[in-house]
T-cell receptor, first 116, second 108 residues
């Protein structure tokens, strides 16, 4: 089955130690998104890639970066994690072509990040 | 920006009961999705429904775009329906706004 895969499912990092979360997809979708979801809150969009074009949300901290080396993979880098960055990080994809289902998003299982 | 309100915020049901979850929004939308977030945190697509009515098994959804609301119906609820239900809206571009969610607990 086509899917969105996130690794690892659980990640523990130390305060200030860089960490990378990964996302891959077999859907061949042209857009990939990263969301942050803190406990008991709704997911919040951090940024997205439309093909190779990177788009940052205005309120996404500089501490968060992303890379998309090819269509299938996208990475979230947190340069210096703080305690406030502990959250679930969700990757999503969509195939945006102007058709009826443009922007319909498919989510991976998420990576739960703990910062000690 | 667009405002999204979901109601009720919390809901407790006895297994077998029916329920209606509501999503109100303040602006016209390009698309609307309903998701179920299971206890492990995964967001599962339920419906892509910018307008009209769809059904999938015990679940159905209706969006009345002109009146800016969407409803999710759950019939004959099961314990596995427990979790958080989100509506998410796209008003153009790639920005998707999530409602605060309805937290559902179904008792056996």
């Amino acid at each position: 089955d086509a899917m969105v895969i996130q690794n690892p499912r659980y990640q523990v990092t130390q305060f200030g130690k860089p960490v990378t979360l990964s996302c891959s997809q077999t859907l061949n979708h042209n857009v990939m998104y990263w969301y942050q979801q803190k406990s008991s809150q709704a997911p919040k969009l951090l940024f997205h890639y439309y093909d190779k074009d990177f788009n940052n949300e205005a309120d996404t901290p500089d501490n968060f970066q992303s890379r998309r080396p090819n269509t299938s993979f996208c990475f979230l880098d947190i340069r210096s994690p703080g305690l406030g960055d502990a959250a679930m990080y969700l990757c999503a994809t969509s195939q945006t072509s102007g058709g009826p289902s443009s922007y319909e998003q498919y989510f991976g299982p998420g990576t739960r990040l703990t910062v000690t | 920006g667009i405002q999204v309100e979901q109601s009720p915020p919390d809901l407790i049901l006895q297994e077998g009961a029916n329920s209606t979850l509501r999503c109100n929004f303040s602006d016209s939308v390009n698309n609307l999705q309903w998701f179920h977030q299971n206890p492990w945190g995964q967001l599962i697509n339920l419906f892509y429904i910018p307008s009209g009515t769809k059904q999938n098994g015990r679940l159905s959804a209706t969006t009345v775009a002109t009146e800016r609301y969407s409803l999710l119906y759950i019939s004959s609820s099961q314990t596995t329906d427990s979790g958080v239900y989100f509506c998410a809206l796209n008003t153009g571009g790639f920005k998707t706004i999530f409602g605060a969610g309805t937290r559902l607990f179904v008792k056996a």
